[in-house]
């Protein structure tokens, strides 16, 4: 639904919904700030939402943020004790056991509402006062706590499998005690309140992501590229991606990828398409303004990601009418519409791809189905379905105290 959409009750609903949260008081929480990805864009329009909401993270990388660091330039961000020291910026994941120290600093005390956005950092360890209502919008359990793909394969070296095997037993511990200390829990996909219910033993209602939908007829500043017909991935460059196998299925092909993003497998992942140059261009992070001419010239979208809970980037290429060639795994069937949408492939290996790239060839897409069905997912159902859901909750809430 799109505010524009709306009818004259829809219209007097959300106006009410407005008066009754305006004089609440509402902080923020988010593991932290060193890249931008699908769970920053859900923190940046909760912040819309609540401009004057202060935003609590355990640290800043501004360095990290590249591009995309003026995006919360101006916010009001509290980091922890820890937050200005070098090594919880670099070692914030062996360092992982200061989690609850992290969360249990700060203060919460004056404020109606926290809504914390959590991950793996399990920033919902937050403790707030019976008065305060706590709202987690989970995108997903610490992956390494349950056995999903990671963004490292930190079980390679014996010392740090050890000492990973000591440290997750106490935090898998510290992880179920902070879900119940959740008033309210929201799941960004029907796959994570699956997760939520197995392993919290707990209930959520489930939001999806916003994705900004891109308006018609726009005018997009045009990137230089030798390619023009090209498959697509944006991505951070991680293991749990499995980058390396849309690199080697387009060599195969001789498919044209441009690949947009960052991170800790880039050299690698160059190294691989340098073996048979010709076919991969590497662009690095791309600022907002520059992506909508990338998506709106590819063929398709490839996103071999593995247990992805929610995948926004699927959704933002299908708001251009672009369709997704998806491994199936996590949330993704519950956005991507087999043979309309997109098509999938169900095992991780090349001629999996490579025959998912082959029915791709012969089905025929309608940009239109493809842009409505990633409406359901837009910023304008989100926002609406957020305050929605703060204003039910509160007077839930509020009965109780």
Request: glycine fraction near 6%; charged fraction near 25%.
């Amino acid at each position: 639904m799109k505010f524009k959409d709306f009818g004259t009750e829809d219209f007097r609903n959300y106006i009410t919904i407005q008066n009754s949260m305006s004089n609440l008081k509402v902080a923020l929480v988010h593991d932290f700030l060193k890249e931008y990805g699908g769970a920053e864009r859900v923190v940046e329009t909760l912040h819309q939402m609540w401009p004057e909401a202060p935003v609590h993270t355990s640290f800043v990388d501004w360095d990290g943020l590249g591009v995309h660091a003026e995006r919360i330039r101006k916010w009001q961000i509290v980091q922890s004790p820890f937050g200005k020291t070098w090594f919880m910026r670099k070692l914030h994941s062996p360092l992982r056991f200061l989690a609850p120290y992290v969360w249990e600093s700060f203060d919460f005390s004056g404020f109606d509402v926290v809504i914390s956005s959590s991950g793996w950092y399990i920033s919902r360890g937050i403790l707030t006062r019976p008065e305060t209502m706590h709202i987690c919008y989970l995108h997903h359990p610490p992956r390494h706590l349950y056995g999903y793909q990671t963004a490292m394969e930190w079980q390679k070296y014996w010392p740090i499998r050890w000492y990973g095997t000591v440290i997750n037993h106490f935090l898998r511990r510290y992880d179920f005690l902070t879900a119940q200390r959740v008033d309210y829990f929201i799941a960004n996909s029907e796959e994570t309140k699956r997760r939520i219910e197995k392993f919290y033993r707990r209930d959520a209602e489930v939001i999806y992501p916003p994705v900004q939908m891109q308006k018609e007829n726009s005018k997009f500043k045009i990137q230089n590229s030798k390619f023009k017909n090209y498959f697509l991935i944006v991505s951070r460059l991680a293991r749990a991606k499995h980058i390396d196998l849309a690199i080697e299925v387009c060599q195969k092909l001789e498919n044209k990828l441009v690949v947009v993003g960052k991170g800790r497998d880039e050299v690698l992942l160059k190294q691989l398409a340098n073996q048979k140059p010709g076919y991969v261009e590497f662009y690095g992070e791309v600022p907002d303004e520059e992506l909508p001419h990338l998506y709106q010239n590819a063929r398709a979208l490839l996103f071999p990601s593995e247990d992805e809970e929610f995948g926004i980037v699927p959704v933002e290429a299908m708001g251009y009418g672009i369709p997704v060639i998806a491994y199936r795994s996590g949330g993704l069937p519950e956005t991507i519409i087999e043979g309309k949408t997109g098509v999938f492939f169900d095992q991780l290996k090349l001629s999996s791809i490579e025959k998912a790239i082959n029915r791709f060839e012969k089905t025929s897409f309608s940009k239109e189905a493809i842009r409505k069905q990633a409406e359901r997912f837009s910023k304008e159902v989100f926002v609406t379905s957020m305050r929605s859901f703060v204003q039910r909750t509160w007077e839930q809430y509020k009965a109780r105290y």
